[in-house]
């Protein structure tokens, strides 16, 4: 029974669906044979589900041949609801779990509670108090809330930086349940549209050859805004919303390409960049056009690649 505690869809169908109650658990019944060759086993066997209090023990009357009289056996073990469940599996671990379970789904709105039971592991060796105000902090939260400053910034909430970075995968969590699994698509200062204090780091690629000393390099965002950019001797620059588009590149002259800005854009304002050609690729998507929007509040006479009405038609 604790290995099934373990297993992330048994715990979500143990606690929110009603058919799976009650349980009901299959006895063995000793054989002939065993009455024969272990007749105290078997004594021990009866006299410990005599001593069962969770749940309800149905019993049957069995003929041997060894015994003069019928001897009542325990049939099947049914148990009622999770509460019985977890006494039943005489287990401190899973009765702390559920304990914690049951307060937290007490605190939670409905949106959030299958994701608690699914994402136990993240709730452990926590307070309660911060649990709650993690849960408090998930159902105010909205998409771009940050406005672009630092996190520690996000004033309202009563929690610091230090509570993002204890609470991070947990609030991720928490959100994807409110929000469709759109933050840990886009990370939680994406989402947030919070800066990242200059510890994002970009792709810079050249697409024509030597234009820069290597094929691909890592820049910090903030470095690119300041002595990085003046490195950047290409006349065109291609911001790129996703890392991952690289190898889909083709070879330009006199361009680089920026891949992985998401949100963090502020460097465009750089004024090496002044009489630059800049393009800008996204997804067509609500974040990506929020990002196409933020590009050009820093460059408005950027140029959009394939983030247009005519691609979304096609």
């Known amino acids: 029974m604790q290995r099934q505690w373990q297993r992330k869809q048994?715990?979500?169908?143990?606690?929110?669906?009603?058919?799976?109650?009650?349980?009901?658990?299959?006895?063995?019944?000793?054989?002939?044979?065993?009455?024969?060759?272990?007749?105290?086993?078997?004594?021990?066997?009866?006299?410990?589900?005599?001593?069962?209090?969770?749940?309800?023990?149905?019993?049957?009357?069995?003929?041997?041949?060894?015994?003069?009289?019928?001897?009542?056996?325990?049939?099947?073990?049914?148990?009622?609801r999770p509460s019985d469940w977890v006494r039943a599996t005489a287990d401190r671990k899973v009765a702390t779990d559920f304990d914690l379970l049951e307060f937290m789904i007490g605190h939670a709105a409905p949106e959030m509670c299958n994701d608690l039971i699914i994402n136990l592991k993240l709730l452990r060796n926590r307070s309660r108090e911060e649990l709650v105000e993690a849960l408090q902090l998930a159902g105010k939260l909205m998409p771009g809330e940050a406005q672009g400053r630092p996190l520690r910034l996000l004033a309202g909430h009563g929690v610091d930086t230090k509570f993002f970075e204890r609470n991070r995968h947990l609030l991720i969590s928490l959100l994807d349940s409110r929000f469709g699994g759109e933050v840990r698509e886009k990370g939680l200062h994406g989402f947030l549209d919070a800066s990242t204090d200059g510890d994002h780091w970009l792709l810079l690629m050249p697409l024509q050859r030597g234009l820069l000393p290597f094929e691909i390099q890592q820049v910090r965002s903030q470095e690119l805004s300041t002595f990085a950019c003046e490195s950047i001797q290409a006349s065109r620059i291609l911001v790129v919303e996703n890392r991952q588009c690289w190898h889909m590149l083709p070879k330009?002259?006199?361009?680089?390409?920026?891949?992985?800005?998401?949100?963090?854009?502020?460097?465009?304002?750089?004024?090496?960049?002044?009489?630059?050609?800049?393009a800008y690729w996204g997804d067509i998507d609500t974040w990506g056009l929020a990002m196409l929007a933020r590009a050009r509040q820093y460059r408005p006479q950027l140029t959009a690649v394939l983030t247009d009405r005519q691609t979304f038609e096609r």
């Open 252 to 278: 330009l002259d006199d361009t680089i390409a920026v891949l992985g800005s998401g949100l963090d854009l502020e460097w465009l304002k750089a004024e090496c960049l002044d009489g630059k050609d800049i």
């Open 10 to 80: 048994f715990r979500l169908e143990m606690l929110t669906s009603v058919e799976s109650w009650p349980k009901q658990y299959t006895v063995g019944i000793p054989s002939a044979s065993d009455i024969t060759t272990t007749p105290n086993a078997i004594l021990e066997h009866v006299a410990r589900w005599q001593r069962v209090t969770v749940g309800e023990v149905a019993w049957r009357d069995v003929n041997y041949r060894a015994s003069s009289e019928p001897i009542a056996m325990p049939l099947h073990w049914t148990l009622a």
